[in-house]
């Protein structure tokens, strides 16, 4: 995928009820932020959760809506959400099609292991569906900030 490509549409169950990404898009001023990430409730996942938490009053401000995605159950997701007041939809991909379609879902390494498993990246979706920013394998600390400079809000 690059950059102007069309998007993949996807319906997803979230902590916010179904939720599907052209309805998102076109309903927004600017766009939509789709992050993908691990798992819920681990530090790393909990840390980019949080700064997308604490900066979204800017990010939809701005215009944006934030998704967060990952493979876990709709049950955990929720947990989460409560456990870290996260106000914005966390939606469940436990067969990472979604994941795939964005390339988010692949091989890794850790600790010299390889296995397959999702990869922490981040997408801007356009109102009109179109790919506006790409980014793979991004670091949970920092990733957030660095996003807000790339997008001019900062």
């Not at 599907?20 to 691990?38: D, H, M, N, Q, R």
């Not at 010299?112 to 990246?121: D, M, V």
């Amino acid at each position: 995928m690059n950059i102007g490509d069309t998007a993949p549409d996807f319906t997803l169950p979230s902590t916010q009820g179904e939720l599907t990404l052209s309805t998102l898009a076109a309903g927004s001023e600017k766009g939509v932020i789709v992050y993908f990430y691990p798992a819920a409730m681990t530090p790393g996942c909990t840390t980019q959760a949080c700064d997308f938490r604490d900066s979204l009053a800017s990010l939809t401000a701005a215009g944006y809506t934030v998704v967060g995605i990952s493979p876990d159950p709709l049950e955990k997701l929720h947990e989460f959400a409560a456990k870290d007041g996260l106000p914005f939809a966390l939606a469940s991909d436990e067969d990472h099609a979604v994941a795939e379609a964005y390339g988010a879902w692949g091989e890794k390494k850790n600790y010299g292991k390889t296995y397959e498993g999702l990869i922490r990246s981040t997408f801007v979706v356009s109102p009109n569906g179109a790919l506006a920013q790409i980014q793979h394998n991004v670091k949970a600390t920092g990733h957030v900030a660095r996003l807000r400079r790339e997008l001019g809000l900062d």
